[in-house]
């Protein structure tokens, strides 16, 4: 398939591209080329081909869950300058 410069003008206003006329031919010829694959693609037969995830046959190694940090929560709202059951206090924005 091949693009017309007016449909690349469109493309490019929705892109939000500046393209000079002196550079207009070029990327013409380049998105045909690329429209042009991407149509080549579409006629490959598809029907003895499975769905994947991924292209390796890999299995996602997991950590063991296990805590490895302790609760140092009091320790570290020691530097907090206002605290209530745990929670820090902060003035209210709402009224």
């Not at 393209?19 to 991407?38: A, M, P, Q, R, Y």
């Not at 063991?64 to 003035?91: F, K």
């Amino acid at each position: 398939m091949s693009l017309t410069k007016k449909q690349v003008r469109q493309i490019a206003t929705l892109a939000r591209l500046q393209l000079e006329e002196d550079e207009l031919h070029d990327v013409v010829d380049k998105l045909s080329k690329i429209v042009g694959f991407v149509d080549q693609l579409q006629t490959a037969s598809t029907d003895d081909v499975s769905p994947m995830a991924h292209p390796l046959h890999m299995s996602q190694t997991l950590r063991s869950d296990e805590v490895t940090e302790s609760n140092e929560r009091d320790l570290i709202q020691e530097n907090a300058p206002s605290v209530q059951d745990g929670y820090y206090v902060v003035p209210k924005v709402i009224e």
